[in-house]
């Protein structure tokens, strides 16, 4: 029974929105299996890491309401003041934007940065240009959220990238986030940005590896020793 439960503790769990993906690639590496061995051993491989990629692992967040968590696991891929995208309503002056770029090796699972109410959901067709690229904030397909927290409303939009052409997000207005709280996810790699307003203050760098629900992205007011965390 204990190593049972040990190597239930080393596995992590896969999401839900993953079962039919990964039941499809086991079902086509049999059908191949039948040809030609080999290819059922490919298959077996892509299967693995279909399983892999719709991983959703517990995440331990900080839940003072100072503190912005990354909304994505990935590389941060900008960090600086822009207007933000106009179909948010967030107005015209320049925010604290950071953006977190999820490659198809990256847990796809969403989180929301900061505890709030979803005041705005919107959706807004478009490209599928590299979503590293800066001008992807603007041009390539989107779903957003703003949510009005304890510093002001944010803006968090989920972008499609040039392999990712899903972009699922389950919450809707009205509803409650915590911060670390899953929100959303990405079909294959894609990119999250963060819109905060006011006196923010940028807690990561250009080229520092973020971990959703987990990862200060950014900090109101002065920056404490320890914080308050749940486990999720």
């Not at 279909?50 to 503190?67: G, K, M, Q, S």
Request: hydrophobic residues 45%; aromatic residues 10%.
């Amino acid at each position: 029974m204990h190593i049972l439960t040990s190597i239930r503790n080393v596995l992590t769990p896969i999401h839900r929105a993953g079962y039919p993906f990964i039941a499809a690639f086991f079902g086509v590496s049999v059908v191949l299996g039948f040809f030609w061995q080999p290819l059922f051993w490919l298959g077996m491989i892509l299967t693995a890491w279909c399983a892999y990629f719709f991983r959703d692992p517990e995440r331990v967040t900080p839940v003072a309401d100072h503190l912005v968590v990354s909304p994505a696991d990935g590389r941060v891929s900008f960090v600086g003041l822009v207007a933000p995208p106009a179909e948010l309503g967030l107005g015209t002056e320049p925010m604290l934007r950071v953006s977190v770029f999820m490659t198809v090796f990256d847990c796809h699972v969403n989180r929301a940065p900061m505890r709030g109410r979803i005041m705005r959901k919107l959706y807004r067709e478009g490209e599928f240009k590299n979503a590293e690229l800066d001008k992807a904030s603007a041009v390539n397909e989107r779903s957003s959220l703003v949510i009005e927290t304890s510093q002001g409303e944010i803006g968090v939009v989920q972008i499609a990238g040039l392999i990712a052409r899903r972009i699922i997000c389950w919450s809707e207005i009205e509803d409650r986030l915590e911060a670390g709280e899953r929100f959303g996810l990405i079909r294959f790699g894609s990119r999250l940005d963060v819109y905060m307003p006011g006196s923010v203050k940028a807690r990561v760098a250009e080229g520092q590896t973020a971990i959703a629900g987990e990862t200060v992205i950014a900090e109101y007011g002065e920056m404490l020793k320890s914080w308050p965390a749940r486990r999720d």
